[in-house]
């Protein structure tokens, strides 16, 4: 079988996956979770959007930000994004590795150009390795 044919089964199974996700947390009474994890990717784009924009981040890590957004959208991988799990997973590992690197010293900034819920931010910063602040 061809790579198409693998890479087109690998995203529809995730997409199916997400879907499943979703219609889950819904019909288990968790709508605000659900709009959350449905808006996390793009919450996230228009983050990446906004930090490269933002005068106060400086060009080093703007650079790096954006040479880790061309890896992403790039075919050119460590691991093909056709190979199921492993594939997404270099994705993510690199953009956890360079949103670690950006948000050293930065959470403020980056809490006050977050355009979704708090709820996903908080799950933003756990995953890059930041330790939560408790709601006082």
Request: with cysteine.
């Amino acid at each position: 079988m061809s790579w198409q044919w693998w890479t087109v089964t690998a995203f529809g199974g995730s997409a199916l996956a997400w879907g499943a996700l979703l219609l889950f947390l819904v019909l288990a009474g968790r709508r605000t979770d659900a709009r959350a994890l449905a808006g996390f990717i793009p919450d996230c784009i228009v983050l990446v959007g906004r930090l490269l924009r933002d005068p106060r981040v400086p060009r080093r890590r703007k650079l790096l930000l954006s040479l880790a957004a061309g890896y992403l959208a790039s075919s050119i991988d460590v691991v093909p994004d056709f190979i199921p799990v492993a594939g997404q997973l270099d994705d993510a590992i690199v953009l956890a590795f360079v949103l670690r690197h950006l948000l050293r010293g930065n959470e403020e900034l980056v809490r006050e150009l977050w355009p979704g819920p708090e709820q996903s931010l908080q799950l933003l910063l756990r995953l890059i390795g930041h330790p939560e602040r408790s709601a006082a």
